[in-house]
């Protein structure tokens, strides 16, 4: 019988050690566009597998399983229709939505070990409440990014003390934590009051933060989610749990720290500063803004050698991916060289662009990020902008009074001639005005991203 029990858990084991290392193959291969989709289908295979060894060898009721089963069945019908709905331009939103869902359920595991009561270590508990902080945090901020995304909240709400405040919702969460672990059987209102803190202050720590920053804010949830799902694993011996939630944490974490520094700014800056909503300070522009129609900009781009297209989120809004990167065939079968140049913090999520551009059919050997492309911007005859702002604002390189000093940006003012594609004449969303399209050498084609894209194909054609 203890043979049976001893070759049942070794089993098990076996099964989570070889679903951690799918998770781990999975995530090496997403590091790629041209393995991308393979990985998240290993890591598919290795979630399926310790869903099914945790379902076979759970050892609860028949009932406790049924329910489980249903969940499961309801929770992935769901989100395999939205999955297959959701339009590419709402892909941030969906993720930032989805990994507030991991954080959720880690919260929840927490909750259920807490309000379970017991007799649990004090480590036991200390590592059950670390998660539940960590998930309550992850799943309510994320939340809140996922309205700042889809304009449901269309105003980072900021107000005097509010650093205060939010100190003061992390100090009331952590001493309700200590009383938990101090009590011999903490009340529920006490373990109540801890989760709602919690998740007060992931709201707390979201509201001011502007749209601008989203990429990192997305990027530092999904550390935290993977954090807490790895915490709740050592809560639960779920040696899967707590491998896949590591890796998720330390990418995520890794992740952040890449997106913080391609914006020259700290995580700490990210969270607590002002900075990423409108209204920003920008510093004075020289220069106007000098209009082209389309026709001349199609003739300048099929007249050059050389052409770079920045693509930004205004791209994503039109969902002009489609149209530009017909453009772009077009250009090539003129005999033009066309590169695609994407900073790493371009759209409302890491990748945002890639994704787009893979999605549009837009080969991998076209693409470039900025430390590759930077020094051919001087060797374009055009770049080509479509709807991105502070990526390619000289002022982060120039200007010591912007927001942006010492942000790595894209040269595009080093190019010949500059086209700038751009709805209207405001500022970016992040409210700073841009001395690109001051300069001499730029031209603004006013319009949406798709229709502008539209009548540059027809230019082209008719210069051709």
Same mark, same amino acid.
């Given at each position: 019988?203890n043979?049976?029990?001893m070759?049942?858990q ?7 050690l070889?679903?951690?290392?799918l ?5 090496k291969?997403? @590091? ?5 989709? %393979?990985?998240?289908r290993w890591?598919?295979?290795g ?13 609860a ?16 019908g769901?989100?395999?229709? @939205?999955?297959k ?15 507030g869902m991991?954080?959720?359920a880690?919260a ?5 070990e ?26 309510s ?11 449901l ?13 939010n ?16 009590g011999?059987?903490?009340?529920a209102?006490l373990?109540?009051a ?16 502007g749209g601008?920053?989203?990429?990192v804010?997305i ?15 050592f809560v639960l011996?779920?040696a ?23 914006m020259?700014? %700290?995580? @700490? ?14 510093g004075?522009?020289a220069?106007?803004?000098?209009p082209?129609?389309s026709?001349?900009a199609g ?11 920045v ?14 990167w017909?453009?772009?065939q ?11 140049a994407?900073h790493?913090?371009?759209g409302?999520m ?8 893979a999605e549009a059919?837009v080969?991998?050997?076209?693409? %470039? ?19 991105a702002?502070d990526?390619?604002?000289p002022?982060?390189?120039n200007?010591r009074q ?17 086209i ?9 969303? %992040? ?5 690109l399209?001051?300069l001499?050498q ?8 798709q @229709?502008?894209a539209?009548q540059?194909?027809?230019a ?5």
């Amino acid at each position: 019988m203890n043979g049976a029990v001893m070759s049942t858990q070794t089993l098990v084991q076996l099964s989570y050690l070889v679903a951690a290392f799918l998770f781990i193959v999975g995530l090496k291969r997403m @590091s790629s566009p041209l393995t991308a989709v %393979s990985g998240v289908r290993w890591a598919g295979i290795g979630m399926v597998l310790a869903t099914l060894v945790t379902l076979a060898f759970m050892g609860a009721s028949t009932f406790n399983l049924s329910l489980v089963i249903g969940a499961v069945v309801i929770g992935g019908g769901l989100a395999w229709v @939205s999955g297959k709905r959701v339009a590419m331009t709402d892909m941030p939103q969906m993720i930032a939505l989805y990994n507030g869902m991991g954080g959720g359920a880690a919260a929840a595991i927490a909750a259920v070990e807490l309000y379970g009561g017991g007799s649990q270590s004090t480590a036991h508990l200390c590592i059950a409440l670390i998660g539940g902080f960590i998930g309550s945090v992850s799943f309510s901020g994320s939340l809140i990014a996922f309205g700042k995304l889809q304009g449901l909240i269309t105003k980072s709400i900021r107000f005097g003390g509010q650093k205060i405040v939010n100190l003061a919702i992390l100090v009331g969460t952590v001493a309700a934590g200590v009383a938990i672990v101090a009590g011999a059987h903490a009340p529920a209102p006490l373990i109540s009051a801890f989760f709602i803190l919690a998740l007060m202050l992931g709201v707390a720590m979201t509201l001011p933060i502007g749209g601008a920053d989203m990429p990192v804010v997305i990027s530092l949830y999904n550390a935290l989610t993977g954090l807490a799902v790895g915490f709740e694993g050592f809560v639960l011996d779920n040696a899967a749990m707590i491998i896949a939630g590591t890796v998720v944490g330390a990418a995520g974490t890794l992740l952040t720290q890449l997106m913080a520094k391609a914006m020259n700014r %700290s995580l @700490s800056n990210v969270l607590f500063s002002n900075f990423g909503e409108s209204g920003a300070a920008g510093g004075t522009v020289a220069g106007t803004q000098k209009p082209i129609e389309s026709s001349d900009a199609g003739v300048m781009l099929a007249y050059s050698q050389k052409v770079i297209v920045v693509p930004g989120y205004g791209m994503a809004v039109a969902q002009a991916q489609h149209k530009v990167w017909e453009l772009c065939q077009l250009l090539i079968e003129h005999g033009v060289q066309v590169r695609f140049a994407i900073h790493p913090v371009a759209g409302r999520m890491p990748g945002h662009m890639n994704v787009l551009l893979a999605e549009a059919g837009v080969p991998y050997d076209l693409i %470039s990020d900025l430390d590759e492309i930077n020094a051919e911007f001087e060797t374009a005859d055009v770049t080509l902008i479509i709807g991105a702002n502070d990526v390619v604002n000289p002022d982060a390189r120039n200007n010591r009074q912007s927001p942006i000093f010492g942000m790595p940006i894209l040269n595009a003012d080093k190019s010949k001639n500059v086209i700038v594609i751009k709805r209207g004449q405001g500022q970016g969303f %992040s409210g700073i005005d841009n001395a690109l399209f001051g300069l001499d050498q730029t031209r603004m084609l006013y319009g949406d991203a798709q @229709s502008a894209a539209g009548q540059l194909i027809q230019a082209v054609k008719a210069a051709g």
